[in-house]
C-alpha cells in the first residue's frame, strides 16, 4: 500500500461510519420515535460526511444521508416525517410546474404533486454563521424574523376562495392530501372573504405553515395513551404527525391540532414584501404569528433571538429556532436557490437546553441485536416543557469516563426535544470523599463541567477488572458497575474486539431480542405488516402465541380476537396485512431477517448477487466481500447467521408460508442495457415520474445514479428548477442536459 492510500483510509472509514451512524439516528427518529441525537449533532456530523464526500468523489452513493430528499408519507405506526433532522423546517421553492400526477399512500391519502416544490432550509447555530449569511446578501436589506414552530408541513391551497387541498411535505415534489382533517382545526379558514375589495382574493392562492400540537393538548393526549397501555409520543411534533395522518376526522378534531402559516404563494399576489403578504393573509383570517418583525441589521436580529431563546419557554407550542427570510420578494427571486435550500432564507436553531439533576440508578435495556445500553433514572427534571426522567448513558465506556459516582449530579440536555441525554457532571476542585458528600449535600456550590469525551477511558480489558480497581481505589464506588450477564435473561454478556458495546449473546431466548427481532420484520420498511406493532408483539409474545418471526403466520383468527384491545376487526386486518407481506419481494424479506448490519441498502446489493436464499446460504466469505460495501465482518454476520440450526427452521417455516425466498423474474433481468456504463445525474422536478422514480429506471437500463456533476457524467437528467451550480459545471464541463421527453422517448425505443 502506498502512503497516498494509508493517509485516505482512515478517511475512508470515516465516511462509512458516519453513514452507518447518520442512518441508524434518522431510523431512531422517524421510524422508531426514538430518536437519540439532537440536530446540532446531527448536522455537525453531516456536514462532516459532506466534506469527506467531496474529497473522495469516487465513493458517492445515492443512498448516503447527504443525498437524501425526505418524506413523510407514512401514518401514524411511525408517527415522523421522513426526512432528515435538519430538514424539517420545510420551505418554499417556486417552479412552473403544474403536475397532477396522483398516487395512493399506504394509509389512502391521495398524494398530490405541489404546484410549488417544498425545500429545506440551512440551519445555523451561532451569531458568526448568521453574520456570514447577512454578508452575502445585498447592502440594507429588510430581513422578517420568525418562530420556527416545530410541527409537521403543510401547503394549503384555496381556488375561489375555498380551500380544496391540504398537502403534507411529503418528499417535497408531492404530498398527502390530508384536507378533511385539516378542516378539523379552527384556526384554518374553509373559505376566505372573497367580497373584500382592498385585497382581493386571488382565484388561487397557497398558504404554507406549521400543523401543530399545543403542550398541554400533547400532555393530554399523553396521559390518555398511558392508560390505555399504548407508546406515548416522543415530542409534540410526533403526536402533530401522527394525528394528521389518522383516518378518523373526529378523533383528529378531538386532540385539538393547532396551525400557524408562514409563507404565500401564487401567481397575482397582492404586495411585493413577504412581511406585507403576511399581513394580509391575517386580514383574510388567517392564522400568523405576532411574533414576526422586521430587522435592518445583525444586531435586530441578535436581539430577536435572544429575547425569544428565553420568552419561547413561556409559549403555548414547541420552538426550535428562528426563521430568517429577505423581506423583498424581487430580491428573494434574485438570490434564488441551491441544490436542497433557497439563498434568500436561513434558519437559526437554539442552542440545546441543558439542567442539573441528581443521578439515582443506572438500569439496562436490551435491544434487538443484544446490545446491552444503560439508562440513567434521574431525579425529575424540567426539561424543553417535559419532565424528565431517564437518560441514555451509550455504554460501559462512556460511564467510565464521566466516572458516575452515587448521587452525583449529572448535566442533562434535551435538544429538540428528543430523548435525553448525560453530557457531564458536576466535579469539585478535590476530588475525595469529602468533597463529593459536599456536592450531594449542596448541589448549588459552583460547579465545573466534566465532559463526557473530556477524559480518556480508563484501559481495563474487562468489566471484572474494572470492577476490583475501583472497589480498591475508592470508599465511594460508582453507583452500579456494568454487568456481566444479561439482565434480561442471565446469559454471560460478551464484547467484540473493535466494539464499545456488551452485547448478550442468547439470540434465540432472550425476550428483548425475540420481540425486537419481530418489530423489525414486521416494520415499514420490511414486511410492511400493519396491526403488529410493539405492544401487540409483546402481548401475543406473553400470551405463548409468539416465538420468533416464523409464529406470525401461524396467527389465527380465534387467538387474536380473544386478546385484550384487539377484538376480531382487529385480528382480521392484522391477518391480512400478514397475508399481504408473502408479496414482500426477496430484497425487502433479506433485510427483514435482520442478520446484523445488513441494512436496507446493503441487502439489496446482495440480493442482486445472490437471488435466492438457498444461494446466499452457502456463499463465502470472498464472495460476499466481493459485493460493494460489503466488508469481512457483514460477510461473517452472515455466515454466523447461516450456520444457526435454529435460523434455518425459521427459513423452512416461512418458505413453507409463503414468503419470497427469491427474486421474480421480473425483478432479476434488466429491461435494458441502452444505459449500460452511463453515469447520470438527475436534478429538478419533474412532470411525468418522481426523482426516486426516475432513478429507479436508470438503473433498470443499466445506468447508475451519481450525485455530483464531473467529467465522467454521461448527462444530466433535468427537470425545473435544476440545481443552478450543477447547471453552470454542467456548462463549463460540456456535459449534456437531457429533458425528461427525451428521456422517456430514449428509454422507452429501447
Known amino acids: 500500500?502506498?502512503?497516498?492510500?494509508?493517509?485516505?483510509?482512515?478517511?475512508?472509514?470515516?465516511?462509512?461510519?458516519?453513514?452507518?451512524?447518520?442512518?441508524?439516528?434518522?431510523?431512531?427518529?422517524?421510524?422508531?420515535?426514538?430518536?437519540?441525537?439532537s440536530d446540532y449533532e446531527f448536522d455537525q456530523k453531516l456536514r462532516r460526511l459532506q466534506d469527506l464526500e467531496a474529497l473522495h468523489p469516487d465513493m458517492f452513493d445515492p443512498k448516503s444521508p447527504t443525498q437524501h430528499v425526505g418524506s413523510d408519507l407514512i401514518n401514524e405506526d411511525n408517527v415522523a416525517e421522513q426526512h432528515t433532522p435538519q430538514q424539517r423546517e420545510a420551505d418554499n421553492v417556486q417552479s412552473t410546474s403544474n403536475a397532477k400526477h396522483i398516487t395512493r399512500s399506504p394509509k389512502g391519502f391521495a398524494q398530490v404533486a405541489h404546484k410549488y416544490p417544498m425545500l429545506s432550509l440551512s440551519n445555523s447555530y451561532s451569531r458568526e454563521e448568521i453574520a456570514d449569511?447577512?454578508?452575502?446578501?445585498?447592502?440594507?436589506?429588510?430581513?422578517?424574523?420568525?418562530?420556527?414552530?416545530?410541527?409537521?408541513?403543510?401547503?394549503?391551497?384555496?381556488?375561489?376562495?375555498?380551500?380544496?387541498k391540504a398537502l403534507t411535505r411529503g418528499?417535497?415534489?408531492?404530498?398527502?392530501?390530508?384536507?378533511?382533517?385539516?378542516?378539523?382545526?379552527?384556526?384554518?379558514?374553509?373559505?376566505?372573504?372573497?367580497?373584500?375589495?382592498?385585497?382581493?382574493?386571488?382565484?388561487?392562492?397557497?398558504l404554507r405553515g406549521e400543523v401543530l400540537l399545543s403542550w398541554e393538548s400533547f400532555e393530554r393526549l399523553n396521559k390518555e395513551r398511558e392508560a390505555q397501555g399504548d407508546a406515548l409520543f416522543a415530542n409534540p411534533r410526533n403526536a402533530a404527525s401522527g394525528t394528521l395522518k389518522l383516518q378518523d376526522p373526529n378523533e383528529v378534531a378531538r386532540r385539538g391540532l393547532d396551525c400557524y402559516l408562514y409563507y404565500m404563494l401564487g401567481e397575482e399576489l397582492p404586495a411585493t414584501k413577504h412581511y406585507d403578504r403576511l399581513q394580509i393573509a391575517k386580514q383574510w383570517g388567517f392564522p400568523i404569528s405576532d411574533a414576526v418583525k422586521v430587522c435592518h441589521s445583525l444586531e435586530e436580529v441578535m436581539a430577536y433571538i435572544h429575547y425569544w431563546d428565553t420568552e419561547r419557554k413561556n409559549l403555548p407550542v414547541a420552538t426550535d429556532g428562528i426563521v430568517l427570510k429577505v423581506n423583498d420578494l424581487s430580491t428573494?427571486?434574485?438570490?434564488?436557490?441551491?441544490?436542497?435550500?433557497?439563498?434568500?432564507?436561513?434558519?437559526?436553531?437554539?442552542?440545546?437546553?441543558?439542567?442539573?439533576?441528581?443521578?439515582?440508578?443506572?438500569?439496562?435495556?436490551?435491544?434487538?441485536?443484544?446490545?446491552?445500553?444503560?439508562?440513567?433514572?434521574?431525579?425529575?427534571?424540567?426539561?424543553?416543557?417535559?419532565m424528565v426522567q431517564r437518560a441514555t448513558l451509550h455504554n460501559e465506556d462512556f460511564i467510565r469516563q464521566l466516572d458516575i459516582r452515587a448521587g452525583d449530579m449529572v448535566w442533562v440536555e434535551k435538544g429538540g426535544e428528543i430523548i435525553p441525554k448525560i453530557i457531564g457532571k458536576e466535579i469539585t476542585p478535590h476530588d475525595n470523599e469529602q468533597n463529593t458528600k459536599d456536592n450531594i449535600d449542596n448541589p448549588c456550590a459552583r460547579p465545573t463541567l466534566a465532559l463526557a469525551d473530556g477524559k480518556p477511558s480508563l484501559p481495563l480489558s474487562n468489566v471484572g477488572e474494572a470492577e476490583q480497581l475501583f472497589k480498591l481505589s475508592s470508599k465511594n464506588p460508582p453507583l452500579s458497575f456494568f454487568p456481566t450477564h444479561c439482565p434480561e435473561c442471565g446469559t454471560p454478556?460478551?464484547?467484540?474486539?473493535?466494539?464499545?458495546?456488551?452485547?448478550?449473546p442468547n439470540e434465540a431466548s432472550c425476550p428483548p431480542q425475540i420481540k425486537g427481532k419481530m418489530e423489525h420484520f414486521v416494520s415499514r420498511k420490511a414486511m410492511n405488516i400493519e396491526g403488529l406493532g410493539s405492544e401487540t408483539i409483546?402481548?401475543?409474545?406473553?400470551?405463548?402465541?409468539?416465538?420468533?418471526?416464523?409464529?406470525?403466520?401461524?396467527?389465527k383468527l380465534d387467538d387474536i380476537a380473544r386478546q385484550e384491545r384487539l377484538g376480531e376487526k382487529s385480528a382480521q386486518n392484522m391477518l391480512a396485512g400478514i397475508e399481504a407481506s408473502k408479496q414482500v419481494p426477496w430484497t425487502r424479506v433479506l433485510f427483514a431477517l435482520g442478520i446484523r448490519m445488513v441494512g436496507e441498502t446493503t441487502a439489496k446489493k446482495i440480493a442482486r448477487r445472490f437471488p435466492s436464499i438457498d444461494q446466499l446460504q452457502w456463499a463465502t466469505v470472498e464472495q460476499l466481500t466481493a459485493i460493494d460495501d460489503v466488508g469481512e465482518q457483514i460477510a461473517n454476520n452472515?455466515?454466523?447467521?447461516?450456520?444457526?440450526?435454529?435460523?434455518?427452521?425459521?427459513?423452512?417455516?416461512?418458505?413453507?408460508?409463503?414468503?419470497?425466498?427469491?427474486?421474480q423474474e421480473e425483478e432479476q433481468a434488466p429491461q435494458s442495457d441502452i444505459l449500460l456504463g452511463k453515469s447520470i445525474v438527475v436534478s429538478g422536478v419533474f412532470s411525468h415520474h418522481s426523482r426516486d422514480e426516475y432513478k429507479a429506471m436508470i438503473e433498470a437500463h443499466g445506468g447508475k445514479n451519481v450525485g455530483s456533476v464531473s467529467k465522467k457524467t454521461s448527462f444530466i437528467l433535468a427537470g425545473e428548477n435544476m440545481g443552478p451550480e450543477k447547471r453552470k459545471k454542467a456548462e463549463t464541463l460540456g456535459v449534456q442536459l437531457m429533458t425528461e421527453e427525451?428521456?422517456?422517448?430514449?428509454?422507452?425505443n429501447s
Open 742 to 748: 427525451q428521456f422517456l422517448e430514449l428509454i422507452h
Open 638 to 663: 452472515i455466515i454466523t447467521y447461516f450456520n444457526d440450526l435454529s435460523n434455518l427452521e425459521i427459513i423452512n417455516r416461512l418458505r413453507e408460508a409463503g414468503v419470497q425466498m427469491e427474486s
Open 332 to 386: 428573494q427571486e434574485e438570490l434564488g436557490y441551491t441544490a436542497k435550500s433557497p439563498r434568500w432564507a436561513i434558519a437559526y436553531k437554539f442552542p440545546a437546553e441543558k439542567q442539573l439533576t441528581r443521578l439515582n440508578a443506572i438500569t439496562y435495556q436490551v435491544g434487538r441485536t443484544g446490545v446491552v445500553t444503560p439508562v440513567a433514572n434521574l431525579e425529575p427534571v424540567q426539561l424543553s416543557g417535559t
Open 133 to 164: 449569511w447577512i454578508g452575502k446578501l445585498p447592502a440594507n436589506v429588510e430581513i422578517v424574523c420568525e418562530l420556527k414552530f416545530d410541527g409537521l408541513s403543510i401547503s394549503l391551497w384555496y381556488e375561489n376562495g375555498v380551500l380544496t
Open 171 to 206: 418528499d417535497g415534489v408531492k404530498g398527502d392530501n390530508v384536507v378533511e382533517n385539516i378542516k378539523t382545526i379552527a384556526a384554518i379558514p374553509q373559505r376566505l372573504p372573497i367580497s373584500d375589495t382592498r385585497y382581493p382574493i386571488p382565484d388561487f392562492v397557497e
Open 493 to 504: 454478556l460478551v464484547r467484540v474486539e473493535g466494539e464499545a458495546a456488551w452485547r448478550c
Open 1 to 37: 500500500m502506498d502512503l497516498f492510500s494509508q493517509i485516505e483510509a482512515p478517511e475512508r472509514e470515516e465516511i462509512i461510519a458516519l453513514r452507518k451512524e447518520l442512518e441508524h439516528a434518522n431510523y431512531q427518529y422517524y421510524v422508531l420515535n426514538a430518536p437519540t441525537m
Open 538 to 555: 409483546d402481548l401475543l409474545y406473553s400470551q405463548g402465541l409468539l416465538h420468533n418471526i416464523a409464529d406470525i403466520y401461524d396467527l
